[in-house]
C-alpha cells in the first residue's frame, strides 16, 4: 500500500500536475481561444513544417528499418555486431550532438555541404536539414519493433516459398510482411511519435527561422519566450494530445508475446 501510495504521489508531481496545468492554462480561456492560437499563420505553417519532417522520417526509417531488420535476423556477415550496435547508437548520443554533428558534415563549410551547396542544394537551416535529424534520432524504434517477431517467425515458410519458386520479393510481399505488420505498425507509431516531438537536433539544424523552419515544438519556444502564452500553451496542448493519441494506438499495435 505504501509503494502504491508513493508511485501515484510520483507520478501526480511529475506528470498529472504539469501537463494538467498546461491543460488548465490553455483552456482558461474558452475553446474559442486555443482554435484561434492554433490557426494563427505561424501556428498553421509551424504544423505543415512538422507533418513534413515526420513524414519524411517515418518513410525514410520504415524502409532502413525493415531492410535492417531483415539483415540482421536472417543474414550472417562480418561486422553484424557492430551494425547492431551502431542502430542503438541514437538512443545514447545527446540529440544536439547529433544536430552539431550533421552541421560540421552538411553545413556551408562542410566536406559534403559546401558541395552540396555549391551546386544549388542547402540541407543545413532547410527542411533537409530538419529531416535528416529526425531520421537519426527515431532510427532504433522500427528496427527494434520488428527483430524480435522476425526471430519468432522463423525463416521456414520463406524457404519452402523459396523452394516452390518464388522470388525474394514475392517471398517478402506473401510471406513475411503479413507476419510483421502488426510489429512494422507499431514501429511506424513510435517513429511518428518521436519525429513529431523531436526538439534538440531539429532546433541546431533548422535555424529556428520563424515562418520558415520552425516546428510545432520550436514554435512553443518561440511564442512562450516571446510572452505569447496562449499559443505556446495551445501547441503544447495539441502535442500532447497528440501523444496522448500516439499512447492508445501502440497500446492496440504492441506485439502479443
Avoid at 56 to 82: D, M, Q, S, Y
Avoid at 158 to 181: H, K, N, Y
Avoid at 187 to 194: Q, W
Wanted: glycine content about 8%; aromatic content about 10%; proline content about 4%.
Amino acid at each position: 500500500m505504501v509503494k502504491r501510495l508513493i508511485v501515484l504521489i510520483y507520478l501526480l508531481f511529475l506528470l498529472v500536475l504539469p501537463v494538467g496545468l498546461i491543460a488548465w492554462r490553455t483552456f482558461g480561456d474558452g475553446l474559442g481561444a486555443f482554435f484561434e492560437a492554433l490557426t494563427s499563420s505561424s501556428a498553421l505553417h509551424a504544423f505543415q513544417v512538422t507533418l513534413i519532417v515526420a513524414v519524411w522520417a517515418v518513410v525514410l526509417n520504415t524502409i532502413f528499418g525493415v531492410g535492417a531488420a531483415i539483415l540482421l535476423v536472417r543474414h550472417e556477415f562480418p561486422g553484424k555486431r557492430l551494425l547492431n550496435a551502431l542502430i542503438d547508437l541514437p538512443m545514447a548520443v545527446s540529440p544536439v550532438v547529433v544536430g552539431l554533428a550533421l552541421i560540421l558534415v552538411y553545413g556551408r563549410f562542410g566536406p559534403f555541404g559546401g558541395w552540396l551547396e555549391g551546386r544549388g542544394i542547402q540541407i543545413i537551416f532547410s527542411t533537409p536539414g530538419m529531416v535528416l535529424a529526425t531520421v537519426f534520432v527515431a532510427l532504433p524504434l522500427v528496427v527494434r519493433a520488428v527483430v524480435p517477431v522476425l526471430e519468432e517467425l522463423g525463416d521456414e515458410q520463406e524457404q519452402a516459398a523459396t523452394t516452390l519458386g518464388a522470388s525474394r520479393w514475392q517471398t517478402f510481399l506473401r510471406i513475411t510482411l503479413p507476419g510483421i505488420r502488426w510489429a512494422l505498425a507499431y514501429g511506424v507509431v513510435l517513429c511518428l511519435a518521436r519525429s513529431l516531438g523531436e526538439y534538440g537536433a531539429v532546433a541546431v539544424v533548422s535555424g529556428r527561422l520563424v515562418d520558415q523552419t520552425q516546428t510545432l515544438t520550436l514554435f512553443v519556444e518561440e511564442r512562450f519566450q516571446n510572452f505569447d502564452q496562449p499559443a505556446a500553451f495551445a501547441a503544447a496542448t495539441a502535442l500532447a494530445l497528440i501523444a496522448v493519441l500516439t499512447l492508445l494506438l501502440t497500446k492496440f499495435l504492441r506485439p502479443k508475446g
